[in-house]
């Protein structure tokens, strides 16, 4: 008994530090992939997480393979087992499985990445980082979002990230006898100095409906994604500015007066 204690002795030291060496190692590998997508600007920076995940647990499974021979366990039995187990654990977990696979899909397929503000029938925000089994957000109000993939991968994504430039419409109602020529005039003239909306295609003004006491101008404008946000909160006020100064007279929509009660007595 003692002679085989003395004997496991320095096998299991030297596994020790082999499987230390190998924690140590896979961090600093995670780290490294990190530090060399970081300086590859034209690599998603969506995949950075994920590969430096599969580069930790690569290395940290060769470490302990490699501790396991050093002890004198033959590893093919121990893969037969994992495996098993593994088989086991499937099963039990088939929706954290499936949202692994969903977040494989969507890496392979990129539907959407880190920076873009998404929106499905459930949920809206920016993407912070998209993982193997859940994708994290920004909410609009700031609150974090913590998403499984497969709640994103079963249903329809909306990004309103993707396309370079966004649709921005605005109504704007014209006095019933007023000349359309100049607002349209007036609203062109405002357009083309915005380096926000862009050139092509240009932006469409036209009359949408006719009213007893006012022409609805509808402006069809395409801004730069980036500046969506912002233009779609100024237009309004700007563009009715702009009429203005060129001498357009515009209608304000009035409420109905409310209705008094009959005086009784």
């Not at 974090?144 to 994504?157: G, H, L, T």
């Amino acid at each position: 008994m003692t002679l085989w204690i003395v004997e496991l002795l320095p096998r299991f030291a030297v596994a020790l530090i082999i499987l230390t060496l190998g924690v140590l190692c896979s961090r600093w590998a995670a780290r490294g992939v990190s530090e060399v997508l970081e300086r590859r600007t034209h690599m998603d920076v969506t995949l950075g997480p994920v590969l430096a995940t599969v580069a930790r647990y690569a290395v940290f499974v060769l470490a302990l393979i490699a501790a396991l021979n050093q002890l004198g366990i033959r590893t093919t039995s121990v893969i037969a087992v994992l495996g098993t187990v593994g088989l086991a654990i499937g099963l039990s977990l088939q929706a954290t499985l499936a949202n692994c696979a969903a977040g494989l899909m969507l890496l392979f397929l990129r539907p959407f990445r880190a920076g873009d503000y998404i929106q499905t029938s459930a949920i809206a925000g920016q993407v912070l980082e998209v993982g193997l089994f859940a994708t994290k957000l920004r909410g609009a109000d700031g609150l974090f979002v913590f998403v499984p993939n497969s709640a994103i991968w079963n249903q329809w994504v909306k990004n309103h990230s993707h396309n370079e430039t966004r649709l921005v419409t605005l109504d704007i109602p014209l006095r019933y006898q007023e000349d359309i020529a100049p607002a349209r005039a007036a609203l062109t003239r405002f357009f083309e100095p915005d380096a926000r909306i862009a050139k092509l295609p240009p932006p469409k003004i036209y009359p949408s409906a006719y009213s007893d006491s006012a022409i609805t101008l509808t402006i069809n404008a395409w801004a730069m994604t980036g500046a969506y946000a912002e233009v779609n909160t100024e237009l309004p006020e700007a563009a009715r500015s702009a009429l203005e100064a060129a001498g357009v007279e515009l209608t304000t929509p009035r409420r109905p007066a409310p209705e008094t009660a009959p005086a009784t007595g």
